[in-house]
């Protein structure tokens, strides 16, 4: 259906509302049950990690596809309105490992979610949401020409661009549409450089209890900034009842995959990622959703950084 700048169709997925900025709508479906059949002999359990690849070709192709007229294109392709009074610029230290995360949706539009580098053992895993990677409930709807660009500031790109490799997310999201993130690995730069040399990563937990003040940033679609300046949420993660967490916070598309920093110093610009930016409460946001990070999260971060 045809969109226009200031149009932004957006479905309900399981919890809120998806974050991806794209002029399409998100896909969502409801969780599946899954159910063991007691009393017969189980075949070996399915890998939990579901892992999407990407040629050297494709790669290079991405590379050469995200210039820098597309990219000034597709901010100024969504708009959702005004920013809202707990999304606030980001204006200290500058944060090398947080950048845009460019890629062609599944509907073939051109759009972006955002990103975290972290610390890993091939130093080239970065942290996003997998509805950024795939839609959920859709194991062949997945999005290409994938590149992350750190420390992206108004159209500077002062890291470079670098191409992703792969991208894994848990399973369940590419069945169920439950638990929204993902990892993913990245090819080293044009001069042979793996991302966290270039830019560091930041650390990263798993199985930590929620609670405590959380730095969540995020490009969002917002007006003024249109994606091309970080904006950030800072708040007490609260449990909720379906076993996520929230904070206050009103970033909106494009935000999604912005990490969540516990024991964040704003001076270092450094923090531990516990989660990311996964859904919202509603279309007039008010709280952003993210999920607990547990084993499985664990398992994806791991295939990422042993990839």
């Known amino acids: 259906m045809p969109e226009t700048s200031t149009s932004f169709v957006r479905r309900l997925r399981r919890r809120g509302m998806g974050l991806a900025a794209a002029t399409t709508a998100l896909a969502v479906a409801a969780p599946l049950a899954a159910m063991a059949m007691a009393g017969q002999a189980q075949a070996a359990a399915p890998d939990p990690v579901s892992v999407v690849n990407f040629t050297a070709k494709e790669r290079k192709d991405a590379l050469a596809y995200w210039t820098s007229a597309r990219i000034k294109a597709v901010g100024k392709s969504v708009d959702l309105g005004p920013t809202g009074p707990k999304a606030k610029p ?5 944060l090398k490992t947080v950048g845009r995360l460019f890629f062609v949706n599944a509907r073939g539009s051109d759009t972006w979610c955002t ?3 972290v610390k890993s053992a091939n130093r080239s895993a ?14 062949v709807n997945t999005s ?4 992350f660009v750190p420390g992206y500031l108004k159209g500077q790109k002062p890291y470079g661009m670098f ?11 590419e069945e169920d549409s439950t638990n929204d993130m993902s990892a993913l690995t990245v090819d080293a730069d044009m001069s042979g450089r793996k991302l966290t040399d270039v830019v560091g990563g930041q650390a990263i937990a798993f199985n930590r209890a929620v609670g405590g003040t959380i730095s969540a940033l995020g490009y969002s679609a917002t007006n003024p900034q249109l994606g091309e300046q970080l904006l950030r949420c800072v708040g007490t993660a609260k449990k909720k009842s379906d076993g ?3 904070i206050p916070c009103d970033m909106t598309g494009g935000a999604s995959g912005g990490p969540w920093l516990a024991d964040f ?9 516990v989660s990311v930016n996964a859904s919202l409460d509603g279309l007039t946001p008010t709280e952003m959703q993210g999920e607990v990070w547990g084993a499985t999260a664990k398992k994806v971060y791991d295939r990422a950084q042993n990839s």
């Open 90 to 94: 980001w204006e200290g230290t500058a």
């Open 115 to 117: 990103a975290t580098a």
């Open 126 to 139: 970065v942290m996003t949401a997998a509805h950024c990677v795939r839609l959920g409930s859709s194991p």
């Open 144 to 147: 290409s020409s994938m590149v």
């Open 163 to 173: 191409a992703v490799r792969s991208a894994a997310a848990p399973r369940s999201w």
């Open 244 to 246: 996520s967490q929230a």
């Open 265 to 273: 110093n704003a001076t270092t610009g450094k923090g531990t990622i």
